[in-house]
Nanobody
Framework: EVQLVESGGGLVQAGGSLRLSCAAS????????IGWFRQAPGKGREGVAC????????YYADSVEARFTISSDNAKNTVYLQMNNLKPEDTAVYHC????????????????????WGQGTQVTVSS
């Protein structure tokens, strides 16, 4: 059974930082693409970043470019999302997702392409 477990969310002031973790089990980590998505209250789910764990290829949405960094520790089957200079508009539930294959190809992560999802972790940024 594939499981994705997010952690690291919390409450932070604008300008602060958080690091989210996504621990994966039940899959061959290097064969999968991992994406981070977020959903703010009353809004749809937005893809913010992805990583091709075997090659290290990454992609960022314009809204987080230069502030967020996605990385993977393949030995730990874990992907991280380092979030710096957080803004109130970054407030959302953040989910990681995984799917087999090469999905992180320089374009926006699309939620329908990801079969496995974590439960999410809340990030709240106060102004």
């Amino acid at each position: 059974e594939v499981q994705l477990v997010e952690s690291g969310g919390g409450l932070v002031q604008a300008g602060g930082s958080l690091r989210l973790s996504c621990a994966a089990s039940g899959l061959t980590f290097e064969d999968h693409t991992i994406g981070w998505f977020r959903q703010a209250p009353g809004k749809g789910r937005e893809g913010v970043a992805c990583i091709q764990t075997n090659f290290g290829t990454t992609y960022y949405a314009d809204s987080v470019e230069a502030r967020f960094t996605i990385s993977s520790d393949n030995a730990k089957n874990t992907v991280y999302l380092q979030m710096n200079n957080l803004k109130p508009e970054d407030t959302a539930v953040y989910h990681c997702a995984a799917n087999r294959g090469r999905l992180c190809t320089g374009r926006h992560p699309l939620q329908y392409e990801y079969a496995y999802w974590g439960q999410g972790t809340q990030v709240t940024v106060s102004s």
